[in-house]
C-alpha cells in the first residue's frame, strides 16, 4: 500500500503547553497547522505543573523583569543565555495576560488582579527580600492553561492528529526537515506529514531513569528525533532531581513533610542528614539532601531486602497534622508504597523530575545545528517546552520557570514561524531516501523469532541510567556507566516484539519509546561524564567545585560517534548590564 | 484464553491509561490489569467513561481521596483504590 501523505504549513509534535500556545497563534494566523500527539492533548504532562507561571505582574509586592531575570540567572548558576533569560522574563507579562485572555482562570486578589504566590529563589531588587511572582489557576494550573489552549485551539481550526506516535523527521540532502513520519496508534499504518515548518514540543524525558515523577509518555522522543536526524542536544547532563520520590516508584512526597518535621532515617534508625548538614540537616538543599540519600544506600545502609532506599519518618508527627497540612500525602503513601505515614516510614529515594537540558535553540524557539558561537539557525526547525533548551534555565531550573518556558518559546516561536511561512511559501521536494530510512528503522520491528523483549531491555537501562549517571557522579562509575548504555544501544538489535499485530500495538510503540530513551540516556550519561566541575544539578564529589574558567560553556552531544563540543554562555543581555557570575548562596 | 478482539480492546484502553501523571499511569494500568477483565458489563462501561474525565479529577478521586460527585462512579472508585500497586 502507497504511503499516506498530508501536507500543511506547520508540524508541531506534542500538545503539551508549548506545542499547544504555538499552534494557537499559527492557527489564528490561519496557517494550515497539524499538532500531532501520542495521547489525547489534554493528558500531556503539562497537567502535571500544579505550581504556576512566573511573570513579574507586581500584584502581589513590588516586582519587575529585571528583578526575575537576575533570579533565573543566579539559580542556573550562571550557565543560563543571559539574552534569552532576558526576553523570557520580559515576555513572561504578555504571555500571562495573553493566556488570561484566552480564558485561563487564574486565581485572583480582591481587586480582580490576578493573584500571585511566593516561591523558592524569588527576590526584590537583585536578591533582597521574598517576592511573590508565581501566577497559578488554584492547585490546577498546567490543567488549566492546557484544557484553555486545547479548547482555544479547536476554535482556530488547529489540526490534530491525536494518538499518532511520531517516529522520524524527514530531511533533504541540505539537512533541511521535511516533515515528520507518524504512526497512527489505532490502526498500525504510517502516515507522511510533510511541513514548510516543523517544531518540536515533546516534552522531557524522565523515564530514562528508573525512579522518576515523570508520567510515561516522558519518552524524550523529540530529542531522540534531532539526534538521530544529525543535530545536537546541549546541555543534557543538568537533571533536577527531587529527594523524597516513593522508592522504585518516583511519585514526588513533597518538601512540606521535612518541612512539617519528618525526617531521613537509614537501615540504622540513623538521622544521617545529621551528617552531611549539621545546620539544616533534612531541609538542606534539594542536589545535599538527594546526594545524602545515595551515599547511604551506596555505603550499605539502605533499607528494604535490595537495600536500595531511605525511610522517610512521619509516624512520629500527630495524625491530625499529617491530616490537615500533608493532605494526600497519607494516600498516595498508602497506595503506591503500600505504607500508612502515620503508623510506618515510608520508604523514598531520589526521582528524575525535570532536564535543563535539550535541542538547543535561540530565544526564536529556532533551532541552532552547531557549536559556533555565531552560527546560524537551522531554517524552518524550531523546538520550544522541556524538549529545548533556549537556554534559560542553564544548570538549575527555578520553580515556576517551566511552565514559563514552556509559554513563552512556544508563543514566540509560533510568532516567528508565521513570519518564516510568509517568506517561505512553497514545500521543498520531499527526499525519499529520507522517507526509507525512516520507513525501514519502523519496519525493523517486524522482525520475528526469539529475542530480549522490550520490558526485559527497559528495566536493565533505566536501573543503568539510575545507578550510573543520576544524582552520584563520578568517573569511574560514569566510565562504566556509558560503556553499559552502549552495550544495552547495541542489545536493541536482539528486541523482539511479543505482538506482531497492527491494531494498538503498544509493544511496538514502547519498543519505538525505548529506542528513543537509549539514544537520549546517552547523551546524559557521555555529557556528565565529560563535565569536570560541579555547576546546579550536576554535582561531582571528584570535582565539588564551580569552575567558571574552563567550564562556563555548554555542552554540545551529536549521537555519530558520542561526540561532543563546547559552545560559549551567552552573558551579554539584550537592553542591560550582564550578571556576572558569583557564588550561589541562598 | 481471552478473545484477540477482547484483547484488542485492552490494549485500546492501556493507551488510554497512559496519562500526564504518573500516579495514574501506574494506578490505571495495574487496575486494568488485575481487575477489568472480571467487572461486570456496567462497572467496564464506568471505567471508560471515567478515562475520558480530565486527568485532575481522576487523580482527586482516586489517589486524593476525594468521593466522586457521581454517584455512578463510587463503586468502581473504591475498586480502583483497592488496586495492588505497591
Redesign the interface.
Known amino acids: 500500500m502507497a504511503l499516506e501523505k498530508q501536507r500543511f504549513d506547520t508540524l508541531i509534535l506534542g500538545a503539551g503547553g508549548a506545542g499547544l500556545n504555538a499552534a494557537l497563534q499559527l492557527a489564528n494566523a490561519n496557517l494550515k497547522v497539524a499538532v500531532v500527539s501520542?495521547?489525547f492533548p489534554?493528558?500531556?504532562?503539562?497537567?502535571?505543573a500544579q505550581g504556576g507561571v512566573n511573570a513579574a505582574l507586581a500584584n502581589v509586592l513590588p516586582d519587575n523583569w529585571h528583578w526575575h531575570m537576575f533570579d533565573t540567572v543566579k539559580g542556573s548558576d550562571y550557565l543560563g543565555d543571559q539574552d534569552a533569560i532576558e526576553y523570557m522574563c520580559r515576555e513572561a507579562i504578555p504571555t500571562v495576560y495573553e493566556l488570561e485572555h484566552n480564558g485561563v482562570p487564574f486565581s485572583r486578589l480582591a481587586n480582580g488582579k490576578i493573584y500571585q504566590r511566593a516561591f523558592g529563589g524569588q527576590s526584590q531588587n537583585f536578591g533582597g527580600d521574598q517576592a511573590a511572582r508565581t501566577c497559578a489557576a488554584a492547585d490546577?494550573t498546567?490543567?488549566a492553561i492546557?484544557?484553555t489552549l486545547y479548547q482555544q485551539n479547536i476554535r482556530a481550526k488547529t489540526h490534530f492528529f491525536d494518538?499518532y506516535f511520531a517516529a522520524d523527521l524527514i530531511r533533504d540532502q541540505e539537512g533541511i526537515i521535511l516533515g515528520a513520519l507518524v504512526l497512527d496508534?489505532?490502526t498500525g499504518e504510517p502516515l507522511l506529514i510533510e511541513a514548510k515548518t516543523t517544531l518540536l514540543a515533546t516534552g522531557g524525558c524522565g523515564q530514562v531513569f528508573r525512579t522518576?515523577?515523570?508520567?510515561?509518555?516522558n519518552t524524550g522522543d523529540g530529542k531522540a528525533m534531532i539526534l538521530r536526524a544529525g543535530l545536537p542536544l546541549m546541555d543534557m547532563e543538568f537533571f533536577q532531581f527531587h529527594p523524597t520520590g516513593i522508592a522504585g516508584?518516583?511519585?514526588l512526597i513533597t518538601e512540606g513533610v521535612r518541612g512539617e518535621g519528618g525526617y531521613l532515617i537509614n537501615k540504622d534508625g540513623e538521622r544521617f542528614m545529621e551528617k552531611y548538614a549539621p545546620n539544616a540537616k533534612d531541609l538542606a538543599s534539594r542536589d545535599v539532601v538527594a546526594r545524602s540519600i545515595v551515599t547511604e544506600v551506596r555505603g550499605g545502609r539502605g533499607c528494604g531486602p535490595e537495600a536500595d532506599h531511605v525511610m522517610l519518618k512521619v509516624n512520629h508527627l500527630d495524625e491530625e497534622v499529617i491530616a490537615k497540612r500533608l493532605?494526600?500525602i497519607?494516600?498516595?503513601s498508602k497506595?503506591?508504597?503500600?505504607?500508612d505515614p502515620v503508623k510506618d516510614p515510608i520508604p523514598v529515594f531520589p526521582t528524575a523530575h525535570y532536564v535543563m537540558g535539550g535541542i538547543p535553540t535561540d530565544r526564536f524557539g529556532r533551532v541552532m545545528p552547531t557549536s559556533d558561537d555565531d552560527g546560524d539557525h537551522l531554517p524552518g526547525l524550531y523546538a520550544a517546552g522541556e524538549c529545548a533548551c533556549a537556554s534559560v534555565h542553564g544548570a538549575n531550573r527555578l520553580g515556576g520557570n517551566s511552565l514559563l518556558d514552556i509559554l513563552v518559546f512556544g508563543r514566540l516561536a509560533g510568532k516567528n514561524i508565521i513570519d518564516y511561512v510568509r517568506d517561505n511559501p512553497s514545500h521543498r521536494p520531499l527526499d525519499e531516501a529520507s522517507v526509507s530510512s525512516a520507513m525501514d528503522r519502523f519496519n525493523k520491528w517486524d522482525a520475528k523469532g526469539d529475542g530480549i523483549t522490550v520490558s526485559e531491555l527497559r528495566k536493565e537501562f533505566r536501573k543503568t541510567m539510575e545507578d550510573h549517571a543520576g544524582v552520584f557522579r563520578v568517573e569511574d562509575m560514569m566510565q562504566e556507566g556509558v560503556e553499559k548504555v552502549r552495550a544495552i544501544r547495541d542489545k536493541l538489535a536482539d528486541v523482539r516484539l511479543t505482538?506482531h499485530?497492527k491494531?494498538?500495538?503498544?509493544n511496538r510503540?514502547e519498543a519505538l519509546e525505548l529506542e528513543n530513551m537509549i539514544d537520549v540516556g546517552l547523551s546524559i550519561a557521555v555529557s556528565a561524564l565529560h563535565r569536570k566541575e560541579s555547576r546546579g544539578a550536576h554535582s561531582r564529589p571528584d570535582y565539588p567545585k564551580r569552575d567558571d574558567a574552563e567550564w562556563m560553556k555548554h555542552t554540545l552531544y551529536w549521537r555519530e560517534g558520542d561526540k561532543l563540543e563546547y559552545k560559549g554562555v551567552r552573558s551579554q543581555p539584550l537592553t542591560v548590564e550582564s550578571f556576572p557570575p558569583k557564588e550561589r548562596v541562598y | 484464553m481471552i478473545p484477540d478482539e477482547e484483547l484488542?480492546n485492552i490494549?485500546?484502553l492501556?493507551?488510554q491509561c497512559?496519562?500526564?501523571?504518573?500516579?495514574?499511569?501506574?494506578?490505571l494500568e495495574a487496575f486494568l490489569d488485575q481487575q477489568y477483565t472480571s467487572l461486570s458489563p456496567r462497572l467496564q462501561r464506568h471505567f471508560l467513561q471515567l478515562l475520558e474525565l480530565?486527568?485532575?479529577i481522576i487523580h482527586a478521586w482516586c489517589?486524593?481521596?476525594e468521593n466522586p460527585d457521581d454517584e455512578e462512579f463510587v463503586e468502581l472508585v473504591n475498586s480502583i483504590?483497592t488496586?495492588s500497586?505497591?
Open positions: 501520542k495521547v489534554t493528558r500531556s504532562h503539562t497537567v502535571a490546577r498546567g490543567h492546557l484544557h494518538e496508534i489505532a522518576t515523577s515523570n508520567a510515561h509518555i516508584k518516583g511519585m493532605p494526600g497519607r494516600e498516595s497506595i503506591f508504597a503500600g505504607v505482538d499485530s491494531t494498538f500495538n503498544t510503540t | 484488542k490494549e485500546r492501556r493507551w497512559r496519562r500526564g501523571m504518573l500516579e495514574l499511569d501506574v494506578l480530565p486527568d485532575p489517589v486524593g481521596g483504590r488496586t500497586v505497591a
